[in-house]
């Protein structure tokens, strides 16, 4: 008789654990991100601002999380969750077959491209334009791997774009290869420079989870779709951005 109570408390705990379990363990949802990508996240005053704090927010919630930011060096976002120190990776950051092979990534949450930014009296007009030229990236950046691939160009790495937009205002680099809604912002913010029609690449942005927390990638995946459909995430992206 006692046996069986033990049995059965046992039984419920367990469903109970399964059910109850969002994924992350520690009732956080710890969030690795470099806060210096507007409009997707930036600091304001002690605070990051963003789409992608405002969309993790409402994943956070709706798994019943703590959001908790972790502001770092965008090459160090990778390793932040592969080590367990974040549970996501947020950061603007792009999909690609190299990062898949170190964390998972959830679905797509919007798309994006990378574009060239340079002076206004610059020649440059295309990416074919970029041969032989000084250009500017983030460090670690889906631009950098693109600079490394035109030819002859002397690729400068900056840790924030902020330092990589002060050297081309300078005259000390030719162009900035840079993803297009923080460029728009950049362009915004900087009157001598303009940003090249032509777009590089298009790319999608997704939610980085560490290859073996399964169930919170799915837990996202999930998050993600209701957002989705209730148009959420488009609500938030239309605060930040202006379609044209
Ligand atoms: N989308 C580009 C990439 O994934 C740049 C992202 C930079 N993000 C940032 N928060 N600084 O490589």
Same mark, same amino acid.
Request: a negative charge; aromatic letters at 8%; proline letters at 11%.
């Given at each position: 008789m006692k046996r069986s109570i033990i049995v059965l408390m046992s039984l419920c705990a367990a469903i109970c654990l399964g059910a109850c /379990?969002?994924?992350? +363990?520690?009732g956080k949802l710890v969030m690795a991100t470099n806060?210096?990508?507007?409009?997707?996240e930036s600091v304001e005053g002690d605070k990051v601002i963003g789409i992608d704090p405002e969309i993790a927010q409402l994943i956070a919630d709706d798994l019943g999380l703590e959001l908790v930011i972790e502001d770092m060096a965008f090459d160090s976002i990778i390793a932040a969750v592969q080590s367990g120190k974040a549970d996501i990776a947020m950061a603007g950051m792009t999909v690609t077959e190299d990062r898949k092979e170190n964390i998972n990534f959830s679905d797509p949450y919007t798309t994006a491209a990378q574009v060239i930014l340079v002076k206004n009296? /610059? /020649?440059?007009? /295309?990416?074919?334009?970029?041969? +032989?030229l000084t250009i500017g990236v983030q460090i670690g950046t889906t631009g950098d791997i693109y600079a490394e691939?035109?030819?002859n160009a002397n690729i400068e790495r900056y840790s924030k774009y902020f330092e990589a937009i002060n050297a081309l205002n300078q005259d000390k680099i030719d162009a900035v290869i840079v993803d297009r809604e923080p460029g728009k912002v950049f362009v915004g913010e900087n009157p001598d420079l303009v940003m090249i029609d032509e777009e590089f690449t298009v790319e999608e942005y997704a939610i980085g989870v560490a290859k073996e927390n399964t169930e919170l990638l799915d837990n996202i995946n999930a998050s993600l779709k209701k957002l989705k459909d209730s148009g959420k995430i488009d609500e938030i992206i239309g605060k930040y951005i202006t379609a044209e």
């Open positions: /379990s969002n994924g992350s +363990g520690s806060a210096a990508f507007p409009p997707y009296t /610059s /020649s440059v007009q /295309s990416p074919d334009d970029l041969a +032989g691939d035109i030819e």
